[in-house]
């Protein structure tokens, strides 16, 4: 008999007949979703289990508990909706990275996916029954921001920012205007509204 690995049966099951089916990368992607409307702790299994089609056992002997899901969406969540970041910082400019950031949130935040962003709306959400989940989210804006500090400070040696610009600064600017793109868009923002935060932003960049 050839093993699918998209079977999964939930262990010690009473279910005689065909095992029940699903696919796991359709599952997660399912899990995302409902974290990002969420957040983690908003999350209940019973919902996370109804969007992703499945028993709370299968959940389980899949994905591992809640907190194991949650960091299998957030790398599913760096891995697609955040290609942007990781293309924008091969930009030739600083104001190209800004650009590539601030175009790709907008896209994100006025497309098909939940408004806001699920590392925001999951660190905003979580209390000290969730520190490691809440650590989990610092490690990772962490690593963005010190990824765009380096980026910034290479721009300052090639004379892309004007003298006397920190790009430490500037890093923690861009920061918070996307952190506030996602905030605005979670509670309605209209895509023009968006817009113009990204022109402006782009309007008043130091350099070239």
């Known amino acids: ?80 909706k955040l290609a942007y970041v990781r293309a924008g910082l ?14 790709g949130s907008l896209a994100m935040q006025t497309g098909n996916d939940p408004r806001g962003c699920l590392s925001v709306v999951s660190a905003v959400a979580c209390t000290n029954y969730a520190d490691s989940i809440r650590d989990e989210i610092t490690s990772l804006r962490l690593a963005t921001d010190r990824a765009i500090i380096e980026r910034f400070e290479r721009a300052r040696d090639e004379g892309d920012f004007p003298e006397g610009v920190d790009p430490a600064a500037m890093a923690h600017y861009l920061t918070a205007i996307l952190q506030g793109m996602t905030v605005q868009a979670r509670s309605g923002a209209t895509p023009a509204e968006l817009e113009r935060l990204v022109t402006t932003t782009l309007a008043i960049w130091p350099g070239r």
């Open 1 to 80: 008999m050839k093993f699918d690995p998209d079977t999964i049966v939930a262990p010690n099951s009473t279910h005689r007949g065909r095992p029940r089916q699903f696919c796991p990368d359709a599952a997660l992607t399912a899990a995302l979703k409902v974290f990002w409307e969420r957040g983690y702790e908003g999350a209940s299994m019973t919902e996370l289990t109804e969007a992703m089609g499945i028993t709370k056992p299968s959940l389980y002997a899949c994905f591992g508990n809640k907190e194991a899901l949650f960091r299998k969406a957030l790398d599913l969540y760096e891995k697609e």
């Open 90 to 103: 091969t930009a030739p400019t600083a104001k190209g990275v800004a650009e590539a950031f601030l175009r």
